[in-house]
């Protein structure tokens, strides 16, 4: 049984009931419209964890003027099946006032990490999402908390923010969940008209190519950019936001590739931003 929590005074309160007893909590931040890819890190979650609480808020601060908060996918009962299929224990679904509410006025701010990319095309997005993870892991006191690789500089963040704050949870980035064709999942797929639907995993074939030209010697962060940047440019429905080749800790561009390198792209087809990335290892690892 899923047991569904709306209240943040209950969701503390069950989960300091959980702590006394020994219990291992692990939780699955999401935003609802739930795919395999969040199922995969509810089962990853089941694996490591006694009890499992998916988070399921729409985060109005993560969001910019313009961005799609309102039009966002919000298909609750399908969202609740999904967390009953995979035996989550608790469904917190707080309301906007229950996360912010009146008087509510701090902001988490992770520097370096939430300048670049993402941070740099939608300002104020990681404040949002550093504070709302703070809080949510207030709330939830979770022992581990598991993420998507697919969101890579999020992923960093947090972990950043978990060893800066002291906030003792366990940060488990899971692999990034496709479609056959390589397109990532995402609840926003599901904005893509099927003429855009075809077109979206040239992002995934513009990363793929910039690893070719790495595994084939292409050391020069700009010709793999280049690359990248080819492919993306077969399809005029498709724009590029960013494509950057960097260092995996630092997220900063690197010139000249040596151990390995994160790929990191952003597109926009019409009104539909999607992001991906692809981690290369010339260690072996
Ligand atoms: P969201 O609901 O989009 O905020 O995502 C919630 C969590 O699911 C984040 O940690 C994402 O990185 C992760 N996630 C989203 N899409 C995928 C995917 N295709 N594969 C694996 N994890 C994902």
């Known amino acids: 049984m899923t047991r569904v929590i709306r209240s943040v005074r209950t969701m503390t309160a069950w989960s300091l009931a959980l702590h006394r007893e020994g219990v291992v909590i692990g939780v699955v931040p999401t935003m609802g419209a739930l795919h395999d890819g969040h199922r995969s890190l509810i ?3 089941r694996l490591s964890c006694d009890a499992v609480v998916v988070s399921l808020f729409v985060n109005p601060s993560q969001f910019g003027p313009g961005e799609d908060f309102s039009r966002y996918p919000r298909p609750t009962r399908a969202d609740a099946a999904l967390c009953r299929e995979e035996g989550v224990d608790v469904l917190f679904m707080p309301s906007r006032e229950a996360v912010y509410p009146q008087g509510f006025q701090t902001t988490v701010t992770v520097r370096e990490l939430a300048r670049r990319w993402e941070g740099a095309k939608r300002p104020g997005h990681f404040d ?3 504070t709302v993870v703070t809080k949510l892991f207030g709330l939830v006191r979770p022992h581990v908390a598991f993420f998507g ?15 800066d704050l002291n906030l ?8 990034t969940v496709r479609e056959r064709d390589g397109l990532a999942l995402s609840s926003r797929n599901r904005y893509l008209t099927p003429v855009q639907r075809r077109s979206a995993p040239v992002l995934h074939e513009a990363l793929q190519a910039g690893r070719t030209a790495i595994l084939r010697g292409i050391r020069f962060g700009s010709q793999i950019g280049r690359a990248m940047r080819g492919v993306i440019e077969t399809d005029p429905k498709v724009t590029v936001d960013y494509l950057a080749v960097c260092d995996p800790d630092t997220l900063e ?4 590739v040596t151990k390995s390198a994160m790929l990191l792209g952003a597109v926009r087809l019409g009104r539909v931003r999607l992001i991906d990335n692809l981690l290369v290892r010339l260690d072996g690892r």
């Open 43 to 45: 089962r990853r979650a």
């Open 149 to 163: 690789q697919k969101d890579f500089q999020q992923s960093v963040l947090v972990r950043r923010l978990v060893e």
């Open 253 to 256: 561009p690197l010139p000249r």
């Open 168 to 175: 003792g949870v366990r940060i488990v980035v899971c692999p």
């Open 128 to 130: 949002g999402v550093a």
